[in-house]
């Protein structure tokens, strides 16, 4: 099994419950900025659309860890931050596409979702749904139906009858 | 059993042995290294002079960590020359013969040739025994010569220890090859509000005193202090490639293919020791840089395999933390841009402040301080070349912005989004 921290941007309001969830029960502050979630807000267009670490397989910001620090985790192939000897330089910060690197001021290390164990706070709090913690294959399997079904117009069962 | 050798234990020396590591369990892997310790940070230096991290911590790898990947590492030996004719690397403790040779073998700081450079009190910027020497001598009044990103953390760091810091730097403005005048100029202020002296424009002629440093003489005046720390550059470390008929390019450094060989099939190189290509200019470069060093040992390492990876070239990306505020540089500067029309983009809030550089509608390069959340996203614009225009389309339409969220985060920059 391989589970992810799946987003569905269309129903994401924006609330920002997820950022203090995450913030209070991993730097135990309710500090936004410290959130390892981010949410990116388009307010004339209403678009929230969060961002979080993608877990890459071969993550950019371990490329460029001035202390080499940044391992992933051969069991689960979480990307770990490494905070033993993180400087904070923030070049993970640089080098990340999605913004999932997070500064934590309080510490002093940079941080990055490694999905709470298991036990994802952001998204246990989520009140829409938006985020789901889900097998990545089920999940994928589901974004590829309804998409399907939006570019065909064509409802699911239909399709399954013609083939 | 293909038997590979890499000389140097730096960022990319240990890389390429990672990889190859990763990728063929048994070949024999030789780390041969001057240095008498484990791979270390050199990045992190002055942070260990300035008390921020111990020197543990400065540690990547511990010995047993190279027992672990079964590699052999021989420390504290110099190699003598390369027999590239029968495979050999001569050193002072005996011939290795190789297969394969990947010369990772760095840098050394550049000591220009003014009178007094060797006097007791006179100290370079590569080592961590550099820094052991720094600390063991108790600084108090340090001229730190040289303002790129190595002498400004150093100066910062001796400042943090107590030391009374002035900065020498030849050229116009501080930090010249990674900042704009402009953004300089604010870090300069930065400094100064510190306590740092610094003298921009001002050559250092000489170092003189009795048994030890005394005082520097600039081209302006002089300046009296018992410590004169150097970072005026970095030397590509060449001579035993050189010498073994491997081609040195115009800027110094071993030239390479895009596979990271040399002109002597079998010998690769990387890190520092390489002319490599800028990724935006397509020119030859040298970026001196952990990340790039690192990226150069992989593909260094992959190559010498047999996998064929063309290395995509070399990328400036710079931090660095000035007394808590941090600042980033990435791409190039104006300067480094001279003769293209660059279109400047200049923001500020909340006391953090940016740059973006623009040519023909793309990012290249960008400067920032106070503010480093959100450039990953501008870094991937720029190495990917993408269109401002297209990024203004894709965040102003929500359905494109949905499918394309990896550009929202530059949004903050461009005044879009």
Redesign the interface.
Known sequence: MNKHLQVEIDKCTGCGLCQLACAVNRSQQFNPSLARIKIHRIELQGLNVPSICQQCANPPCAAVCLMNVIKKDPATGITVPGHNSCIGCRACQLACPFEARTYDHIHDVMVNCDLCWGHPACVEICPTGALQYCDISSHLAAVRDAEAVKRTRVPDWERGQHG | MVSIVIVGNGAAGNRAAEIIRGYDPGAAITMVAREESPEY?A??LP?YLSG??SRE?LF?KQWSDYRKSNINIISGVNVARIDAGQKLLVTEQGDISYDRLILATGSRTFLPPVPGHDLPGNFAVKTVTDIDAIMAHRPQRAVVVGSGNIGVEMAASLKVRGCQVTLVEMRGQILPRIFDPESAGRIRGMLTTHGIRVFTGEELMAVSGCDRVEKVSTSQQVIACDTVVWAAGMKPEVEIASQAGIEIGELGAIKVDPFLQTNRPGIYACGDCIEAVDMLTGMPAQRML??NA??QGEVAGLNCIGCQVAYEGAIS?V???VFGV?V?S?GLTAAALTGQPVQVVEGECQGSHWRLLLVDDRIMGMQAIGI??????V??MMKNRVLITDFRKI??D?EL??RA??Y??A?RFLNA?
């Not at chain 2, 480093?372 to 996203?377: D, K, Q």
């Open positions: 940070s990045c992190a942070d921020w991290i911590q990547i952990w990340p690192k990226r990306l931090t660095s933390e941090p980033a990435m480093t959340a959100g450039l990953g996203a870094m991937a965040v102003s929500p912005a949905q969220a990896w929202l985060p949004g989004g």
